[in-house]
């Protein structure tokens, strides 16, 4: 990540706790994964601040990011997320993401979970994961892809050097 996001994070009042507690730590937790993937698909072509400024009206529209919900979804469920003004309608990323929670829910099946398979292929280089990825998951690039894997700690670059989060991480 920039030192500039590392610097203008902390004090946008929009932003500040994501950065602070959640990106680049950590987790195991499919919910979470699933809807940060889920944020980074959001994300494609838009400015961050404009996912967490709609994160909260995501979650409730994505019935929590909980993929066995999401995998049942139907036309009905497109329809009422693409008439969703407080959300992100994008036909495209809609149906990713429905096909993604199938996806995870294969992953149970063959991997144990979510968690799990990203860990039976943990370290790769970020082409490797990006191929894999690709591979996997709908609407994943090198970009939703990488901010995916620096969000959860898999990948280097979350944080800058002088960011109290990232000596917060390091342990330092």
Known sequence: MSRAYCESA???PV?????????GFPTSDERVLFERLCLEIMQAGLSWE???KKRVALNKAFDGFR????????QHDIDRLLSDAG???????IKAIIA???TVLDLRKTHGGFAAWLAAHHPQNKPQWVKLFRNTFAFTGGEITGEFLMSIGYLPGAHWRGCPVYKKLCGA
């Open 50 to 52: 404009i996912v967490m």
């Open 15 to 23: 932003q500040a706790v994501y950065h602070n507690t959640e990106y």
């Open 87 to 93: 959300i992100i309608r994008n036909r495209l990323k």
């Open 10 to 12: 902390p004090l946008n």
């Open 100 to 102: 993604n929670a199938q």
């Open 67 to 74: 993929p066995a919900k999401i995998a049942a979804y139907d």
